[in-house]
Every structure is written in structure tokens, then in C-alpha cells.
Nanobody, 127 residues
Framework: QVQLVESGGGLVQVGDSLRLSCAFS????????????MGWFRRAPGQEREFLAA?????????YVADSVKGRFTISRDNAKNTVYLQMISLKEEDTAVYYC???????????????WGQGTQVTVSS
């Protein structure tokens, strides 16, 4: 069974940078990391879940970043480490949320319809 574990969240100040990591484990039946498209989402208090960024399966040569965070957030993957990253710069108070990674097998890019989700990591941006 696929498991996703996010890390790297924390309390930062406005303008800081942060890199989130999401470690993938396919278990005995979930397959390999390369076989999954990956995405990042967030949910702020009282708001719906928001799509942030996606990266294609295999070598991740396709990426897509939501307009709301374009220019500040970057998604990447390291297949050797079974990890997907979300690099965030110039953080704002409104970036405060729980950040989740998600996985979907055999996809180029996906902005929805993910099959597996991590537990999330809290990011708090303070002024």
C-alpha cells in the first residue's frame, strides 16, 4: 500500500523560504515511485483544499504550478530518494496552512483525482 509522509513544515516569518519533502513508500504492492504523478495541496483554516503544484510520473519532466503561487513555489522530484519536494520562497501569512502531498499512478500531470494522500505538515507564517 502506498504511504506518503510529509516533512519540513514549521513556523517561519514573512519572506522566509521553506522546502517541504514528501517521502513515498510503495510497500509490497504499490509499485515504484517513478510510476506515480505527484502533487501538493494545502488547506488553510476554514477553507477548502487548494491545489498548488503537480509533477509528472517517470522523470518528472512535466510540471504545473497554480497561478496563486506561481513564481514562489516550485515542485521537483528525486526518484533515487523516492521523494517529491515543494520549494517555497517569499512566504506570506496567507500561506499558513496544512500542506499535503498526493500520488496518482500512471499519469502525466494531474490537478485532481489523486488516489493517495499524506497526513500533512503544518506551515505557519508569522509576521
Amino acid at each position: 500500500q502506498v504511504q506518503l509522509v510529509e516533512s519540513g513544515g514549521g513556523l517561519v516569518q514573512v519572506g522566509d523560504s521553506l522546502r517541504l519533502s514528501c517521502a513515498f513508500s510503495g510497500g509490497t504492492s504499490g509499485g515504484t515511485f517513478e510510476g506515480y504523478a505527484m502533487g501538493w495541496f494545502r488547506r488553510a483554516p476554514g477553507q477548502e483544499r487548494e491545489f498548488l503544484a503537480a509533477i509528472s510520473w517517470r522523470n518528472g519532466d512535466g510540471t504545473y504550478v497554480a497561478d496563486s503561487v506561481k513564481g514562489r513555489f516550485t515542485i521537483s522530484r528525486d526518484n533515487a530518494k523516492n521523494t517529491v519536494y515543494l520549494q517555497m520562497i517569499s512566504l506570506k501569512e496567507e500561506d499558513t496552512a496544512v500542506y499535503y502531498c498526493a500520488a496518482k499512478p500512471y499519469m502525466g500531470l494531474a490537478v485532481q483525482g489523486y488516489d493517495y494522500w499524506g497526513q500533512g505538515t503544518q506551515v505557519t507564517v508569522s509576521s
